[in-house]
Each structure stands twice: as structure tokens, then as C-alpha cells.
């Protein structure tokens, strides 16, 4: 199995561009998280799905964030409008049933 | 107070050296994850665990459920060990702690 991908690995936009970030979970995994890493705030759980389905979105910083995920093998992270403080790795993970938790590679977002 | 607490957040080894890096949580879990996050960015999972202990290669976790503590030892230590270490839970969600920047030298 090829692990999770993520797509771009790297992402520099101007600020009020609209960003859209994408993952593939890898096949099988019912669960599908989106992290965001900075210097200041560590890995923090932005979103997770279980079976395609948004449970705890509570850590979306606010409407500016969205996430879907259509169906079990893609979601996306959209930020519109992009702000500076949006920069940041964002790292997509999927696991089986609270099983091990399998990380992407991330996605550098820089947002001039 | 922190939900998971991490020690210490950094420690500098001499190659061949025996390191510990602990983890505290005070949330009930069903699993506690360590994962290893090297200089480029990527994020590996160490480890799973919910009871006893784990092993693989000269890496080991241990995990106390009563003492809501879990370590990850190295053995023989080796400068590509070199990382970021995380302790992360599992309840309702993952939580994370800060991190150990862990440097061994040649």
C-alpha cells in the first residue's frame, strides 16, 4: 500500500486565495483525520471523519475552514480566503477502528 | 494543565547511550500512540498500545494504565534516531503532547 497521499506537498498562495488540500486515505482505513502543525500550537486535530461522515470538527478554527469527504478514498481541506496565519503543515491521517494511525507526508502551506 | 504531558522536551544522547522519554495523560484513552516526526516533516507511528508493552528493534514502549503513564525507551541509541518523539492519545479524539526533540551525537 502506498500510505496516505497527500497532495501538493508544498503550496504558496497570496492571501485571499482560496487553497484546497487533498488526501487519500489508505484503502480499508475507515477514519480519516486532518492535523495542522505550527512553531507556536504543536499538531492540533482540526476535523475527523468516520466513515465519510464529519464526527468532531471542533478544532476548525473557523468558517474559513471547510472539509469534505465524498467518498471513503479522497477528502479535501479548503481554506477560502487564505490568511498569513494560515501558514502552516497540514498533515491528513487515516486508521481502522482507533487501530494505528497512519500519517501523510503533510502539505507546507505558506499563504503570503 | 496540559491533557498529555511530555519529559522531558528536549535531550541531547551520546551515540550508544539508553533513552527514555515519558508521557503522562490525564484523560481515559483506549490507546496511547508514540510517533516520530523527523527533520523533513514526516510523521512515522512508533507505536499503538493499550496495556503492557510493545517492542520493535531497539525501540520499546511501555504503558501503565493505572498511572495513566506510558515511556518509549531506545537501546543503543544512534544519531539517525535523531527526532521528534509525540506521545499522542486516543479517546474521543487524538490528543497530542508537545513533543521531545531528541538529539544524539556521534
Known amino acids: 500500500d502506498a500510505g496516505v497521499i497527500q497532495s501538493p506537498r508544498h503550496e504558496v498562495t497570496e492571501m485571499g486565495q482560496e487553497v484546497t488540500l487533498r488526501c487519500k486515505p489508505i484503502?480499508?482505513?475507515?477514519?480519516l483525520f486532518w492535523y495542522r502543525q505550527t512553531m507556536m500550537r504543536g499538531l492540533e486535530l482540526l476535523i475527523y471523519?468516520?466513515?465519510?461522515?464529519?464526527?468532531?470538527d471542533s478544532g476548525m478554527p473557523e468558517d474559513r475552514f471547510s472539509a469534505k469527504m465524498p467518498n471513503a478514498s479522497f477528502s479535501t481541506l479548503k481554506i477560502q480566503p487564505s490568511e498569513p496565519r494560515d501558514s502552516a503543515v497540514y498533515f491528513c491521517?487515516?486508521?481502522?477502528?482507533?487501530?494505528?494511525?497512519?500519517f501523510g507526508s503533510g502539505t507546507q502551506l505558506s499563504v503570503l | 494543565k496540559n491533557e498529555v504531558e511530555q519529559s522531558p522536551q528536549n535531550l541531547t544522547a551520546q551515540e550508544g547511550e539508553f533513552i527514555t522519554i515519558n508521557c503522562s495523560y490525564s484523560?481515559?484513552?483506549?490507546?496511547l500512540h508514540w510517533l516520530q516526526q523527523h527533520p523533513g516533516g514526516g510523521i512515522v507511528s512508533l507505536f499503538m498500545?493499550?496495556?503492557g508493552k510493545k517492542k520493535h528493534g531497539r525501540l520499546i514502549a511501555t504503558i501503565n494504565i493505572q498511572e495513566k503513564h506510558s515511556s518509549l525507551h531506545i537501546t543503543a541509541s544512534h544519531p539517525r534516531d535523531s527526532a521528534v518523539y509525540i506521545c499522542?492519545?486516543?479517546?474521543?479524539?487524538?490528543?497530542f503532547g508537545e513533543g521531545t526533540q531528541l538529539t544524539v551525537n556521534p
Open positions: 471523519f468516520n466513515n465519510n461522515v464529519p464526527i468532531d
Open positions: 484523560v481515559g484513552i483506549s490507546a
Open positions: 499522542a492519545v486516543s479517546g474521543s479524539r487524538l490528543t
Open positions: 498500545l493499550s496495556s
Open positions: 484503502s480499508g482505513h475507515n477514519s
Open positions: 491521517a487515516s486508521s481502522l477502528g482507533g487501530a494505528a494511525v497512519f
